[in-house]
């Protein structure tokens, strides 16, 4: 976690090089884990900017847009990452939890949820996501 004084010379430090897409990255990513998501997401709009291929970060400004109770605008950002990239993992992950807690689509969930695994059977919360897609499945 990064302290107050740690974002705000991330902060200047993407003002002093502004197509340094990785002060944009690093300042956006610290902003989010301290669910500071507006910013945030300005400064991956930045990055964006500067590559239109990071996928990474549209996954992360999605991430942010959640924290703004904005699941559609999440959503988008995700789905734009599946689009160039069909095996983005973090992508399917996130959606799949958008359509859990957020909208409330079940059989969506599952299935994003499926081809996490499918994609990451060896990630750290492997197990975790199998127990919520059994959850899920029992409350059809």
């Given amino acids: 976690m990064k302290s107050p004084d740690d ?17 944009w990255i ?22 964006l900017a500067l590559d239109l291929k990071n996928l990474d970060v549209r996954v ?23 689009k160039i990239n069909s095996n983005h993992v973090n992508a399917h992950r996130n959606m799949a939890m958008v359509y859990t807690s957020d909208l409330h689509e079940k ?8 081809k996490y695994l ?7 919360d492997t197990s975790q996501i199998r127990q919520t897609v059994i959850d899920l499945k029992a409350l059809k």
């Fill in 26 to 47: 690093d300042l956006g990513n610290s902003l989010t884990n301290t669910s500071r998501f507006s910013e945030a997401v300005d400064a991956y709009q930045k990055a």
């Fill in 60 to 82: 992360d400004m999605g991430i942010s847009y959640r924290g703004l109770r904005k699941p559609e605008k999440a959503m988008k950002k995700y789905r734009k990452a599946i």
């Fill in 107 to 114: 059989q969506k969930a599952i299935k994003k949820f499926e």
């Fill in 118 to 124: 499918e994609l990451a059977p060896n990630a750290s």
């Fill in 7 to 23: 974002i705000r010379r991330l902060e200047q430090l993407a003002k002093q090089a502004p197509r340094n897409v990785k002060a």
